[in-house]
């Protein structure tokens, strides 16, 4: 028997759902609260690499996200030149135990997220939009959670997938480390680019990438200092395209089509912000995973990757053990926290370095790489 009979997971972003998706298979009655009042997605593009695609698959989700999406198995580095030169192609880092899965795959972030809703309707997990916690007060062995439409309800366990500004968080007493980069990323989409078939990086006066993320969409990022723009949340429309424009003016190659055929009403910026939740991640059966315990800034486009990697322990752990004790946090906190703490800082490390370093590998730092390739 599961060691959890009732679950209640806040936030219905990629990590929540899948949580919430993987328990229900196993028997477990899930509740899922929303506040917003439908399923979106922040953002365009998401890169989901090996290690997120093995996650994906044990959730029943990979031929729906391969073939939605596009598959990957190599990395370009382009040097920012007169011809954007290919310096290096390299394949996305891959577990030995699973050959079927590729490096990697990029999805449109809505389709995404369409597809894990349709994944907890077929589980049968209960999901409620517009609706999130009041407050949480632990009973012994369960936690009385209050609802903002006036209900309550005695559950097993609470988990918090609410992202990095998590109330569940807050409300537990979990505290941590909040770190600024000053680093902004504009993304957009486009038409497909002749010869962009992979991801597809620029090294030099700056940093931008290319990825297909379906059979005819293009994602694309380049890479800003909020430093040098201290009024990027409030740029224009057309001052912001003109910001992108200017930074793109240093990248060839496909950047020469992109310049000219990215849609512009698709630019949205992101801060590249940073946050890690001291360990331990419960405060009794209270939980937060994903964003709420550790943000990552996407330069190793693992941020969601090691969500989804908490999701699928954290649901083992609790299909396998007959009780929620000490020994099963102990054991969650042993294959998570350095995995996911070690992801973070070397994310950080490449987000401040110096933009016009020169090109380097997109994975070049080798625990980084071995953890992609290895089991949380």
């Not at 959890?4 to 759902?17: K, N």
């Not at 980069?181 to 497909?192: C, E, T």
């Not at 939980?287 to 969601?304: C, E, L």
């Not at 908490?310 to 926290?337: G, I, N, P």
């Amino acid at each position: 028997m599961p060691a959890v009979q009732h679950v209640l997971v806040i936030g219905a972003g990629p990590v929540g759902l899948t949580v919430a998706a993987l328990l229900a298979d196993g028997g477990v009655a899930v509740d899922v609260v929303e506040k917003r009042e439908a399923i979106t997605a922040v953002g365009a593009g998401l890169l989901l690499q090996n290690n997120a695609l093995r996650v994906i698959k044990k959730a029943g989700l990979f031929s729906r996200v391969t073939e939605a999406g596009h598959v990957l198995n190599t990395f370009t580095i382009r040097r920012a030149d007169a011809e954007g030169s290919v310096v290096m192609r390299e394949p996305f880092p891959r577990a030995a135990t699973d050959a079927a899965v590729p490096g990697a795959a990029a999805i449109s972030r809505p389709r995404f997220a369409r597809f894990l809703q349709e994944r907890v309707d077929e589980a049968g997990v209960k999901l409620r939009l517009g609706c999130t916690f009041r407050s949480l007060h632990q009973q012994g062995d369960s936690v009385r959670v209050e609802l903002t439409d006036g209900s309550h309800g005695d559950y097993d366990l609470v988990i918090g997938a609410d992202g990095v500004g998590s109330a569940v968080r807050d409300a537990a007493g979990i505290t941590g480390e909040r770190i600024t980069i000053n680093a902004i990323i504009w993304r957009f989409l486009g038409p497909p680019v002749d010869g962009v078939d992979d991801l597809d990086q620029i090294h030099g006066s700056g940093v931008g990438g290319l990825l297909p993320i379906g059979k005819d969409v293009l994602y694309g990022f380049v890479g800003d200092s909020a430093t040098a723009l201290p009024n990027w949340a409030s740029l224009s429309a057309d001052a912001a395209v003109d910001r992108v424009l200017g930074i793109m003016d240093g990248f060839h190659g496909p950047w020469d089509e992109v310049r000219r055929t990215f849609d512009r009403g698709s630019l949205r910026p992101m801060l590249q912000d940073a946050y890690l939740a001291d360990a331990p991640w419960n405060r009794g059966r209270i939980v937060v995973i994903g964003d709420a315990a550790h943000n990552s800034p996407p330069t190793f486009a693992q941020g969601a990757a090691q969500g989804l990697e908490d999701a699928l322990v954290l649901a083992e752990l609790l299909m396998r053990r007959s009780c929620v004790d000490e020994r099963l946090w102990a054991e969650f906190h042993a294959r998570r926290v350095d995995r996911a703490r070690t992801v973070l800082r070397a994310s950080v490390a490449r987000a401040k370095a110096p933009a016009g370093r020169g090109p380097e590998g997109f994975m070049d730092d080798e625990a980084v790489a071995h953890i992609i390739a290895t089991g949380p």
